[in-house]
């Protein structure tokens, strides 16, 4: 995004298509201007006008609309800002984008743009950037309720204060460098120690947290394994509600992995149907490559997935060896169709259920949804939400861990620094020009 950031810019602020209502939103030197050429009226901040806008190019009637002008500073941008609120058509629209194109200095904004321009403003740093981002994505109210703390600067303020921390303690290790002829490293060594110690524990704990930020950010994975026909893709509609997989007494019906996006208790959980378990069978008569290949991306899927429902069926006389394999603390047993002559018996606790009756069912998603609670938990700390800032946070750590394991003060001197910036890159203090496209290109045209 190497674009002129003196430009007035301007993009629909709502989503494309009809609605009652459409906002237009320009920011830049030239957008009060604009607005008089429009309304043939001036602006006054923060007050809004009804006012007929006309094609300044012919005297053409756009429409009628509600006219809202901020001044820099005070706008989300930290420009002068004008929002048309228009009515929410897509003639109206386009002739209102086509004519803000026409008027001098104006283009259209670019994905993020305006967020970029509020950051580069000072009017946010980048983890408020980003949760700007994450609160228009939110699906579920416990994404939600995460990006609104992020964006009210909980991340911002735990990792600036522990950069004013570091840089406390750099200022007195170099101050006692000025001194060269005092016994320095053991002078001020314990006191520094301390606490880069404590600092470096801090950060390894905000590091170990099981990726409950991230996690809930990009939503829970469960996938459901079984044996071919123990109900997997059954209890994935009566999950889902609808009929989302084939469901068919045919051994091996499922092939491609399925999602649903649900919302367990406010948490956002991607449940994936699988191939039935048969892998010894791979080669044999009735069983094609494509089902050994369906087989292969369920066992992936079983690894990868941070919650794992294992189905049996309770019809059966044994359970399924495959299955039972992949029991672990990730797991969650349950047992379908206990409508029929139950039979099985397992070694470890399971949840019964019919996916054909539904009984059984609420006590499943229960259990369910506790254990997503019990993975992402609700803590009292903020935690990391995005792969970025965990790679600075590490540098950081590793950075305090070679400052405490150096020789000279100057060389931890040196860590130190380091360490400081890695933490600048999160909150965008310093270093931040090559971070910035990575992160606004993520948005999309109008925030
Ligand atoms: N009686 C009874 N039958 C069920 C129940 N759930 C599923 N079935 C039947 O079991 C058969 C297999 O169901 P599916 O949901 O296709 O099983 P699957 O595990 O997805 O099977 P594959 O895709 O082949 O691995 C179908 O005939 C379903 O109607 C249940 O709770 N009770
Ligand atoms: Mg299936």
């Not at 490293?185 to 990726?211: K, M, T, W, Y």
């Not at 999602?259 to 069978?281: C, K, N, S, W």
């Not at 429902?309 to 672990?328: E, G, I």
Request: with cysteine; net charge negative.
């Amino acid at each position: 995004m190497s674009t002129p950031v003196d430009d007035t810019i301007f993009a629909l602020a709502t989503p494309n298509g009809r609605s009652g209502i459409a906002v237009v939103r320009v920011s830049g030197p030239e957008s009060w201007k604009s607005a008089k050429a429009l309304t043939g009226k001036d602006l006054m901040a923060r007050t809004s006008q009804l006012l007929p806008l006309k094609n300044p190019a012919d005297g053409s009637l756009i429409d009628r609309a509600l006219v809202l002008g901020f001044k820099n500073p005070a706008s989300f941008t930290g420009e002068d800002v004008v929002e048309y609120h228009i009515h929410g058509g897509r003639a109206i629209i386009d002739e209102l984008l086509g004519v803000l194109g026409a008027q001098p200095g104006h283009r259209m904004a670019e994905a993020g743009e305006f967020t970029k321009r509020a950051f580069m403003n000072g009017k946010m740093d980048l983890t408020a950037a980003e949760a700007i981002a994450d609160l228009v994505d939110a699906e579920t109210a416990a994404q939600k309720a995460q990006a609104l703390s992020q964006m009210g600067g909980v991340l911002a303020t735990l990792y600036q204060g522990w950069t004013e921390e570091l840089k406390t303690s750099l200022a007195h290790l170099e101050a006692d460098l000025e001194f060269p002829d005092e016994d320095l490293p053991e002078g001020i060594a314990p006191q520094l120690r301390s606490v880069i110690e404590g600092l470096s524990q801090s950060i390894a704990d905000h590091l170990n947290d099981n990726r409950r930020g991230e996690r809930l950010r990009d939503g829970i994975h469960v996938a459901v394994i079984g044996a071919p026909n123990a109900g997997k893709s059954s209890l994935i509609n009566a999950l889902a509600q609808r009929d989302v997989a084939i469901v068919s007494d045919i051994a091996g019906t499922t092939r491609d992995v399925i999602e649903v996006h649900l919302d367990l208790g406010g948490y956002p959980v991607i449940l994936a149907d699988t191939a039935g378990l048969r892998p010894d069978q791979i080669g044999e008569e009735g069983q094609d490559l494509i089902e050994s290949e369906g087989i292969r991306r369920a066992l992936k899927r079983a690894q990868e997935a941070d919650i794992k429902l294992l189905l049996f069926d309770a019809t059966s006389a044994q359970p399924d060896p495959h299955t039972l394999d992949l029991l672990d603390v990730n797991a969650l047993v349950a047992v379908n169709k206990i409508d029929e002559q139950a039979a099985l018996e397992l070694p470890c606790p399971s949840l019964l259920f019919s996916a054909k009756t539904g009984e059984g069912l609420e006590a499943l998603i229960k259990a369910l949804t506790d254990k997503v609670a019990e993975l992402i938990g609700s803590s009292e700390t903020p935690s990391l939400t995005r792969q970025r800032h965990r790679a600075a946070l590490e540098a950081c750590h590793q950075a305090l861990g070679r400052a405490l394991a150096a020789d000279l003060p100057e060389l931890m001197a040196e860590d130190m620094r380091l360490a400081i910036r890695a933490l600048g890159r999160i909150t965008g203090k310093v270093d931040v020009e090559d971070l910035l496209d990575v992160i606004f290109n993520d948005f999309c045209i109008g925030k």
